[in-house]
C-alpha cells in the first residue's frame, strides 16, 4: 500500500507531460505554447507535492509502511480526494487545449469534429 501512491504521481506526472510536450511540437502559435507551459507548470508542481505528500506524509516516515510505530500521519483519505481532483481538473485542461487549434483548422465541420475525438481519447 505504501508504494501505490509513489508510483502513482510520477507515472501521472510524466504521462501528462508527454502529452502537453506533444501540444507543444504542433503549434506554432506563441499564445498557445505558452498557455502549454503554464499547464505544465501545473502539472509538475501538482504532482511533485502530490509525490512528496504522499512519501513524507507521516513523522516517523517509516510509520507509512508499518502503522505500529508511534508518529502521526496527513489525513490518506483527504490526500487521495485532492488527488483525484486535481487528476479531473488536469485531465480536463488537457482535453480542451488542443480546441482552438482545431477550430483553426481549414477542413469540413466533420473532420474537427474527428480531430478533437481522437485528441480527447489520447487525453484519457
Known sequence: MYLFPIIYAPSQL?????????????????????TVKATSFCIFGAYTGILFASTFGCKPVAKS?????????????????????????????????????????KIPLRQKFGVLVVFSVGSV
Open 65 to 105: 509502511w508499518n502503522p505500529f510505530l508511534d508518529g502521526t500521519c496527513i489525513d490518506v483519505g483527504a490526500l487521495y480526494k485532492a488527488t483525484a481532483l486535481i487528476g479531473v481538473i488536469l485531465d480536463m485542461l488537457l482535453i480542451v487545449l488542443p480546441i482552438p487549434l482545431v477550430y483553426n483548422l
Open 14 to 34: 510524466f504521462s501528462k507531460l508527454v502529452l502537453a510536450i506533444f501540444y507543444l511540437k504542433i503549434s506554432p502559435h506563441a499564445w498557445y505554447n505558452y
